[in-house]
């Protein structure tokens, strides 16, 4: 068993931060344009007009909206930043795996799921490192 460090990394709090500050631009991002991301993305017209779709994508990015500011509010909790990080490198790489298997599985969404896949590697690693040296 780990032994928690009483004094934590600075360089990766500030990580932490900045990861909590991009998840929060994000999620706003795809909260209030889920149409024009899904067509970033690749989807068809009519998937990034889909009513379904569009708010399938919001609950997501409420989702990552609610992660970031939660973790900045943590900054001055130890403990609870921790949690924030391990929360989040957690849904990153459940995101992860899940596109993943999206991209292997279903041909008409590939080009999306392998974009996120690409996204989300390196945040789900840049989290769990992060965790790791709080």
Avoid: C, H, N
Wanted: aromatic letters at 4%; a positive charge; glycine letters at 10%.
């Amino acid at each position: 068993m780990r032994i928690r460090k009483s004094k934590v990394d600075a360089d990766a709090a500030r990580t932490a931060l900045w990861i909590g500050a991009l998840r929060t631009a994000i999620g706003t991002g795809v909260l209030l344009t889920p149409g024009p991301l899904l067509r970033s993305w690749g989807f068809p017209e009519d998937e990034s007009r889909s009513g379904s779709v569009k708010a399938l994508l919001r609950v997501l990015g409420g989702r990552d909206l609610v992660l970031g500011m939660a973790t900045l509010r943590t900054r001055e909790q130890p403990g609870a930043l921790r949690t924030m990080v391990a929360a989040s490198a957690a849904v990153d790489t459940g995101d992860t795996v899940v596109s993943l298997g999206v991209a292997v599985l279903s041909p008409s969404a590939r080009r999306p799921a392998i974009a996120w896949t690409l996204v989300g590697v390196p945040f789900s690693a840049l989290g769990w490192r992060t965790l790791d040296r709080l």
